[in-house]
């Protein structure tokens, strides 16, 4: 209890410069105040006849000690103390100057010196003045009462005056040392606050320095915060003081950082929504070999936008990770098709490695030419399931739309490496085999068994043997129609009805090869284009399934190939605007024929992964030609389409040889 006592009357040793000034500000106005003391005492002592020299020279002796305290002494409190002594001296000596009526008064002098000596901030001084008028008191009321009170008090009198000197001392004391700790102990406050701050943001600090997420806050200038962690400029690079994140973001990515400056002034004009704002904002960036993603975080005051932390998450393995799974849950459901058509698979896989070959090898390409390529084969890869290839050639596409050219280089490096990875995988599952199989029906090693038993000539026999190397329609055709049942299952439209009529036909398989993957444009015009929805056909009392019929044949000199569905039927109209945005001829009929198969024009709105490029049934045209052939278009409204490729018949002929290619980079994974 004592300890705690002392504690709170004495002061802590250290003397802040806050303090020191504080105190000598004091001090000046405490000396001036006693200074004017002197003609007021002897003003007094002149009014009631108490001796005007006397007091004069009394009040000049009290003042030699505070003047020369306030000289010599280093210690402030110390000249407090004793500036506490000279008040109640001064006070004693107005009450003895001033004796008669005014002398009762004069004793309130004490009480007021005791509460303004409050303002030195320290408690010692209070008691200091308390204990000198104690004891002016004692002494004077035994030795000369006179010089006290003006009248024969009792000790009771005195012993009220002294109680209500230390009620008063207490009260003084209590306010003296709370001025210290609120207002003269404010530096120290502040130090302290200010360490424990320092401390925290030690700890903030350590922790920002070893997060692994690039954190920071955005104010609502689009200024970086001071504190950030480490790891920001580890992917970013310095940032500078006051920077804001659009120019730091910037630096890396232009368009990002474009972005994000137009992303945060929607967000600071607090017109949309706050969540959808912020969703507005860049999602994902490069920095070198890092793909980084951006989550936005608001901070609120109220109701208001204060300010937003923005989390910078590093993200390159994950999705890694991710496009490694993706490849592998692509590459089992290929495998059941691997399993159901092997032979298929092959061919895909040599026809694949032609189209890649062509289109990383763009800078000999025309930009038509290798924009043709890219559909081709992100068509194909898509009915065979490969839908990573698929994706990965339609955001190529977008690409090359948005530039006006072809692929660059890096887009060829990507694709081809992607295409590497895939057929070496599907390479080790196929197996050696497969593109030379002989596929015979049994109607045909019954028809050829016959031959042999009535001994028919060696060169019919020769030429049955010579047509089984070339590859049966009805394969091809078969192939084809899964294709088509798997992309309209994927458009909304499954069920629909492919009928195949083959005739039996057979057709040379390295001559066609690029006739047949052209060909898959025209199944995904007719599945997309022709088509209607199911809830579409009903409402056009149709059945609610659409019907293909795929159909091979000869007629006279030629072979036909045919598609035909029972959909929408072409839109003449729609046609011809397009061909006329497009510069084309749009006025006859057959103007609209030959506009179908022009490049760049197509009667789709939005281009998706599956068609509304305006590539694929031009490069089904070129193909057809490269045959020899023609194409004819019959159409009619609400009742279908169909498409006939009429190739001459010499096209069927078996190759007198067949010259196994050379192995490249991409065969190599299917030797």
Same mark, same amino acid.
């Not at 020369?68 to 407090?80: D, G, K, L, M, Q």
């Not at 596929?439 to 045909?444: K, Q, T």
């Not at 490049?599 to 020899?628: H, N, P, Q």
């Not at 194409?631 to 069927?652: C, D, K, W």
């Given at each position: 209890?004592?300890?705690?006592?002392?504690?709170?009357?004495?002061?802590?040793?250290?003397?802040?410069?806050?303090?020191?000034?504080?105190?000598?500000?004091?001090?000046?106005?405490?000396?001036?105040?006693?200074?004017?003391?002197?003609?007021?005492?002897?003003?007094?002592?002149?009014?009631?006849?108490?001796?005007?020299?006397?007091?004069?020279?009394?009040?000049?002796?009290?003042?030699?000690?505070?003047?020369?305290?306030?000289?010599?002494?280093?210690?402030?409190?110390?000249?407090?103390?004793?500036?506490?002594?000279?008040?109640?001296?001064?006070?004693?000596?107005?009450?003895?100057?001033?004796?008669?009526?005014?002398?009762?008064?004069?004793?309130?002098?004490?009480?007021?010196?005791?509460?303004?000596?409050?303002?030195?901030?320290?408690?010692? *001084?209070?008691?200091?003045?308390?204990?000198?008028?104690?004891?002016?008191?004692?002494?004077?009321?035994?030795?000369?009462?006179?010089?006290?009170?003006?009248?024969?008090?009792?000790?009771?009198?005195?012993?009220?005056?002294?109680?209500?000197?230390?009620?008063?001392?207490?009260?003084?004391?209590?306010?003296?040392?709370?001025?210290?700790?609120?207002?003269?102990?404010?530096?120290?406050?502040?130090?302290?606050?200010?360490?424990?701050?320092?401390?925290?943001?030690?700890?903030?600090?350590?922790?920002?320095?070893?997060?692994?997420?690039?954190?920071?806050?955005?104010?609502?200038?689009?200024?970086?915060?001071?504190?950030?962690?480490?790891?920001?400029? *580890?992917?970013?690079?310095?940032?500078?003081?006051?920077?804001?994140?659009?120019?730091?973001?910037?630096?890396?990515?232009?368009?990002?950082?474009?972005?994000?400056?137009?992303?945060?002034?929607?967000? #600071?004009?607090?017109?949309?929504?706050?969540?959808?704002?912020?969703?507005?904002?860049?999602?994902?960036?490069?920095?070198?070999?890092?793909?980084?993603?951006? *989550?936005?975080?608001?901070?609120?005051?109220?109701?208001?936008?204060?300010?937003?932390?923005?989390?910078?998450?590093?993200?390159?393995?994950?999705?890694?990770?991710?496009?490694?799974?993706?490849?592998?849950?692509?590459?089992?459901?290929?495998?059941?098709?691997?399993?159901?058509?092997?032979?298929?698979?092959? %061919?895909?896989? #040599?026809?694949?490695?032609?189209?890649?070959?062509?289109?990383?090898?763009?800078?000999?390409?025309?930009?038509?030419?290798?924009?043709?390529?890219?559909?081709?084969?992100?068509?194909?890869?898509?009915?065979?399931?490969?839908?990573?290839?698929?994706?990965?050639?339609?955001?190529?596409?977008?690409?090359?739309?948005?530039?006006?050219?072809?692929?660059?280089?890096?887009?060829?490096?990507?694709?081809?490496?992607?295409?590497?990875?895939?057929?070496?995988?599907?390479?080790?599952?196929?197996?050696?085999?497969?593109?030379?199989?002989?596929?015979?029906?049994?109607?045909?090693?019954?028809?050829?068994?016959?031959?042999?038993?009535?001994?028919?000539?060696?060169?019919?026999?020769a030429r049955t043997l010579a047509e089984w190397k070339l590859e049966p329609t009805h394969q091809r055709l078969a192939r084809i129609a899964e294709q088509a049942r798997v992309l309209a299952a994927r458009m909304g439209k499954?069920?629909?009805?492919?009928?195949?009529?083959?005739?039996?036909?057979?057709?040379?398989?390295?001559?066609?090869?690029?006739?047949?993957?052209?060909?898959?444009?025209?199944?995904?015009?007719?599945?997309?284009?022709?088509?209607?929805?199911?809830? %579409?056909?009903?409402?056009?009392?149709?059945?609610?399934?659409?019907?293909?019929?795929?159909?091979?044949?000869?007629?006279?000199?030629?072979?036909?190939?045919?598609?035909?569905?029972?959909?929408?039927?072409?839109?003449?109209?729609?046609?011809?605007?397009?061909?006329?945005?497009?510069?084309?001829?749009?006025?006859?009929?057959?103007?609209?024929? %030959?506009?179908?198969?022009?490049?760049?024009?197509?009667?789709?709105?939005?281009?998706?992964?599956?068609?509304?490029?305006?590539?694929?049934?031009?490069?089904?045209?070129?193909?057809?030609?490269?045959?020899?052939?023609?194409?004819?278009?019959?159409?009619?409204?609400?009742?279908?389409?169909?498409?006939?490729?009429?190739?001459?018949?010499?096209?069927?002929?078996?190759?007198?040889?067949?010259?196994?290619?050379?192995? #490249?980079?991409?065969?190599?994974?299917?030797?």
């Open positions: 209890m004592l300890k705690r006592l002392l504690a709170y009357l004495i002061l802590p040793a250290e003397i802040t410069d806050f303090e020191r000034t504080y105190l000598a500000r004091m001090r000046r106005v405490a000396l001036l105040f006693f200074f004017a003391h002197l003609p007021l005492l002897m003003g007094v002592a002149a009014v009631c006849g108490t001796g005007v020299v006397k007091a004069g020279l009394f009040g000049a002796l009290a003042l030699v000690g505070p003047t020369i305290a306030y000289v010599t002494f280093e210690n402030p409190r110390n000249i407090s103390r004793v500036f506490g002594f000279t008040a109640m001296c001064m006070g004693g000596l107005l009450v003895h100057f001033g004796q008669g009526p005014m002398q009762i008064e004069m004793h309130f002098y004490f009480f007021v010196l005791l509460a303004l000596l409050a303002v030195f901030g320290e408690p010692l *001084t209070i008691l200091v003045a308390a204990g000198t008028v104690t004891l002016h008191h004692l002494l004077l009321f035994f030795l000369l009462p006179r010089s006290v009170f003006n009248y024969d008090a009792p000790v009771s009198a005195v012993a009220v005056h002294a109680g209500f000197v230390a009620l008063e001392s207490l009260a003084a004391c209590f306010v003296a040392r709370s001025f210290f700790d609120d207002v003269i102990g404010l530096e120290r406050i502040v130090e302290r606050r200010t360490r424990e701050l320092a401390e925290r943001t030690g700890h903030m600090r350590l922790i920002l320095d070893n997060v692994a997420q690039g954190l920071f806050t955005l104010g609502l200038d689009g200024r970086i915060s001071t504190e950030r962690s480490a790891v920001l400029e *580890t992917w970013l690079g310095p940032c500078e003081e006051g920077a804001t994140a659009a120019s730091y973001l910037a630096r890396l990515d232009p368009d990002v950082g474009a972005m994000f400056a137009l992303g945060w002034e929607t967000v #600071t004009e607090d017109v949309l929504p706050l969540e959808l704002a912020l969703d507005q904002m860049p999602k994902r960036m490069t920095a070198g070999a890092r793909v980084l993603e951006l *989550t936005y975080r608001p901070i609120l005051s109220g109701d208001r936008l204060a300010s937003a932390l923005v989390v910078i998450s590093d993200i390159t393995v994950a999705l890694e990770r991710e496009r490694q799974e993706a490849e592998q849950r692509e590459l089992l459901a290929v495998f059941g098709r691997v399993l159901g058509d092997r032979a298929g698979f092959v %061919e895909f896989m #040599t026809e694949a490695n032609g189209l890649v070959e062509r289109i990383t090898a763009a800078s000999h390409q025309s930009p038509s030419d290798a924009a043709r390529d890219i559909h081709t084969l992100k068509g194909n890869a898509g009915l065979v399931g490969l839908d990573g290839i698929a994706a990965l050639c339609n955001a190529l596409e977008d690409r090359m739309a948005d530039a006006g050219a072809g692929p660059t280089g890096d887009d060829c490096a990507e694709l081809g490496a992607r295409w590497q990875r895939t057929a070496t995988t599907l390479g080790e599952l196929l197996g050696p085999g497969g593109a030379d199989d002989v596929h015979v029906s049994e109607e045909e090693h019954q028809a050829l068994f016959q031959a042999t038993l009535r001994e028919a000539p060696h060169a019919e026999i499954s069920g629909i009805e492919v009928v195949i009529v083959s005739n039996g036909l057979r057709l040379p398989l390295d001559r066609w090869a690029p006739f047949w993957t052209a060909f898959a444009h025209a199944v995904r015009n007719a599945v997309d284009h022709g088509l209607e929805t199911a809830a %579409e056909r009903v409402l056009a009392g149709k059945a609610s399934a659409g019907r293909i019929e795929l159909r091979t044949s000869v007629r006279g000199e030629d072979v036909l190939v045919e598609i035909a569905d029972d959909g929408r039927g072409i839109d003449d109209r729609k046609v011809a605007a397009r061909a006329a945005e497009c510069g084309l001829p749009h006025r006859t009929h057959a103007d609209l024929i %030959e506009a179908l198969f022009a490049e760049g024009l197509t009667t789709k709105d939005v281009a998706t992964e599956y068609s509304g490029r305006g590539i694929g049934m031009a490069a089904l045209r070129a193909a057809c030609t490269d045959l020899g052939g023609t194409i004819e278009v019959a159409s009619e409204p609400a009742r279908g389409t169909t498409l006939m490729f009429r190739i001459p018949r010499r096209q069927m002929a078996p190759p007198a040889c067949r010259k196994r290619p050379e192995p #490249t980079a991409h065969t190599l994974a299917l030797a």
